[in-house]
């Protein structure tokens, strides 16, 4: 589990991309990689990935086949900056929301401008996704946790910080930039459970 609040923006170093998959390296010079074992959880534009390798300044990871067909790491390119976030543990506090790292599918910004001091954001959702969206509800957008100002139809708007701009790689999203989805897990849950 994870919280959304980044903890670093790192880079793609290696991608070396095989039949069904890919591995993937990571460097991140803000990253404190001295509590990080093989085989722990670190997110990566929302995706939870498992640490098969871990060096001062980098780590890398499998990523499958279904990872690759349902976020943007298909995409993604030697140099690309990427959100960072360690997993949660049970005495830390959480600041965004809770963020299984499994990322729901790929959205699009179909519009970005200033309003006053912050940048607004709308992205067009994906239809199956659209139902578990609310305004005022918790998204989480390439790994950072974010709120819903408003949702008409399969779009939805959002309000971004200038720190927040500064610090994640939302700031170089631009018209057409695909980015990957998670949706808030307790309505995801609360479908499941209304199913039954």
Do not use: W
């Amino acid at each position: 589990m994870f919280t959304g609040i980044i903890q670093a923006l790192g880079n793609i170093k290696t991608k070396v991309v095989y039949d069904k998959g890919a591995v993937f390296s990571f460097h991140a010079t803000d990253f404190d990689f001295s509590s990080v074992a093989i085989g722990d959880s670190i997110a990566v534009n929302g995706v939870c990935l498992t640490a098969i390798e871990i060096g001062e300044d980098f780590f890398k990871a499998d990523v499958s086949q279904e990872t690759l067909d349902c976020s943007i790491f298909a995409q993604l390119e030697q140099g690309d900056a990427v959100n960072l976030e360690k997993s949660l543990r049970l005495n830390q506090g959480i600041d965004g929301h809770l963020v299984s790292g499994h990322v729901d599918g790929i959205a699009e910004v179909s519009d970005r401008f200033s309003e006053g001091e912050s940048t607004r954001f709308k992205i067009n959702a994906p239809d199956n996704l659209v139902k578990y969206i609310a305004r005022k509800g918790s998204v989480c957008i390439n790994g950072v946790s974010l709120t819903v100002n408003s949702i008409v139809n399969n779009t939805f708007d959002l309000n971004i910080v200038p720190h927040t701009l500064a610090v994640t790689n939302l700031g170089d999203l631009q018209l057409g930039s695909k980015v990957n989805l998670e949706v808030d897990i307790i309505a995801r849950h609360l479908e499941q459970l209304l199913k039954r």
